[in-house]
């Protein structure tokens, strides 16, 4: 595996954290500054820097990550009550780590755009 983001790093075990769900194509861990009271990272093993850079042959990726996000809320109790799934794409769409990524906000109503 190439690139060298803060989550290759996790991967490769280089630093630490709260990881919550690993299989062969990904891992998953609590974000650092979490947005929500639950705020988990679910990130692909493979490097793909922004989604602009999936290619169709990586598709299936996005499918796993979200499937592995609903799996996780299903499996914490609180799928039932609702989650939101996140992915940035670039500066303007708030990408600070360039590895693709999913987000998993929960365990709070969360606001609609334009509320705070």
Do not use: W
């Not at 060298?4 to 991967?11: E, L, M, V, Y």
């Not at 075990?13 to 709260?18: H, L, S, V």
């Not at 990726?61 to 996140?86: H, P, S, T, W």
Request: aromatic share 6%; with cysteine; net charge negative.
């Amino acid at each position: 595996m190439s690139g060298d983001t803060i989550f290759h790093r996790i991967i490769r075990r280089e630093i630490p954290a709260n990881i919550v769900h690993e299989d062969e194509h990904i891992i998953a861990f609590r974000d650092i500054a979490p947005q929500a009271p639950i705020h988990i990272l679910f990130v692909p093993k493979t490097t793909i820097p922004t989604l602009n850079d999936v290619q169709p042959d990586q598709a299936e990726i996005i499918g796993r990550l979200a499937v592995a996000a609903a799996n996780y809320a299903k499996a914490q109790g609180f799928a039932e009550d609702g989650y939101r799934i996140v992915m940035n794409c670039n500066d303007h769409g708030g990408q600070t780590v360039f590895q693709i990524h999913l987000h998993l906000l929960a365990g709070a109503p969360l606001g609609r755009f334009g509320t705070p």
